[in-house]
């Protein structure tokens, strides 16, 4: 049983880059999800509007452009509380976990919002548990391999969803 069949969340983000100190949160979704059957309940999605612009090979991997996050996206203050609203005590499922939680403690303590006291739990430890014969557990990877492909962009809900979806195919 996921989390001891208590409501969760599968958080992913998306970024400029890889390090926290020196890169962008361009994007913060989540989705919450019932413990006992595995369902979401409710999800969360934010782009988040930075000064920078997006790297060309984040918008190709993505699809997310610097018009977007001028159009639709919010300040990074705002996405986080609202995120630490949504998530409240429930324990955070992430892929490669230390990645999200380091851009999301960093930018909480950047902002002055007291960090979110839950647990983490990286779905990369599941993963190995499940396939351990596997050369990569890159999420691009198992979603392929595991036939969950669809033609959304690597964004932070679809992954989100992906996450989920293995997650459930750990418990058969």
Same mark, same amino acid.
């Given at each position: 049983m996921i989390n001891n069949g208590k409501d969760f969340l599968v958080l992913d983000i998306e970024t400029t880059g890889l390090s926290p100190k020196t890169e962008d949160i361009i994007e913060i979704a989540a989705i919450k999800v019932d413990g006992k059957t595995l369902e979401v309940i409710d999800t969360f999605e934010y782009l988040i509007d930075i000064e920078r612009n997006v790297p060309p !090979?984040? *918008?190709? %991997? *993505? $699809?997310i452009t610097k018009g977007m996050l001028e159009e639709s996206g919010i300040p990074l203050s705002m996405a986080l509380k609202l995120l630490k609203? +949504? /998530?409240g005590d429930l324990n955070v499922y992430a892929h490669? /976990?230390? +990645?999200?939680? $380091?851009f999301i403690r960093t930018n909480l303590m950047k902002h002055s919002i007291d960090y979110i006291e839950t647990e983490w !739990?990286? *779905?990369i430890k599941l993963f190995k548990q499940k396939w351990p014969d596997r050369k990569t557990y890159k999420l691009e990877s198992l979603i392929i391999d595991l036939? %969950? /492909?669809t033609k959304e962009d690597h964004r932070g809900l679809s992954d989100a969803k992906h996450t989920l979806e293995l997650m459930k195919m750990t418990k058969e």
């Open positions: !090979f984040i *918008t190709r %991997l *993505t $699809g609203e +949504f /998530a490669y /976990a230390p +990645f999200d939680k $380091g !739990f990286d *779905t036939d %969950l /492909a």
